[in-house]
């Protein structure tokens, strides 16, 4: 029996599937579909909540290496998803970010390319917040037009190292009953949120294309 390709998703919260509590978030919801299709890969969900992207960089290839199950075999493709928590604003609204978009960008593309000779690369990209929820913990504070500045970083990384991304920000934002799909909390999504990714990942044809798979529909463009 040949094993089954391995596809490793890493990041944050949203890997987590935090604010989901019917059926724990969109990437469980997603290894639950593959797992009812013949020879689809199998998903390692390596999220870590309030992980940015150095925290990411420093774990990827620990995380990567010793999950190929069999002896010298390696997982084939790695889902990157991060940067939300990079765009928090410390102490008040106009704070210091973690990585501010220009260190973000430089970070990002280096993390891209320390992956890139290892297998697949896959990217997401950064889900909207209810500012009027703000501050988060009582000292953070997350803005959309933060957001989608880091946002078009990855999306910039991606395209100079030739990495398939899939925005969210600007397709979220575009969708009438967005703020419904947030925890009260104003930055964690709910089942409703989680939903809405899986069916994204669902329909990207890149993902479904690497996987095996028919997608089951066009994704929708930015």
Not at 99 to 110: K, N, Y
Request: charged share 25%.
């Amino acid at each position: 029996m040949r094993a089954p390709r391995q596809l490793i998703v890493i990041g944050d919260s949203g890997v987590v599937g935090w604010g989901d509590r019917e059926r724990g978030g969109w990437c469980e919801r997603l290894r639950c579909h593959w797992m009812g299709l013949p020879d689809a890969p199998l998903i390692y969900a390596l999220g870590v909540r309030g992980d940015g992207l150095e925290a990411v960089a420093a774990r990827w290839e620990r995380e990567w290496s010793c999950r190929g199950e069999l002896r010298r075999k390696k997982p084939e493709a790695l889902l990157l998803s991060v940067g939300l928590n990079d765009t928090a604003r410390v102490g008040r609204s106009d704070g210091r970010q973690p990585l501010d978009a220009q260190a973000f960008r430089f970070g990002f593309e280096q993390l891209l390319r320390a992956i890139q000779p290892h297998g697949s690369i896959f990217v997401l990209g950064l889900t909207a917040v209810d500012e009027q929820a703000m501050p988060f913990a009582d000292c953070l504070w997350y803005s959309n037009s933060d957001i989608a500045l880091h946002e078009a970083q990855i999306e910039e990384a991606c395209l100079e190292v030739d990495v398939p991304y899939l925005c969210l920000h600007r397709a979220m934002q575009a969708e009438p009953d967005w703020l419904q799909w947030l925890e009260p909390d104003g930055i964690h999504l709910n089942a409703d949120g989680h939903s809405w990714i899986e069916q994204r990942l669902r329909s990207w044809s890149a993902l479904q294309q690497w996987a095996g798979l028919q997608s089951l529909q066009q994704v929708m463009t930015c």
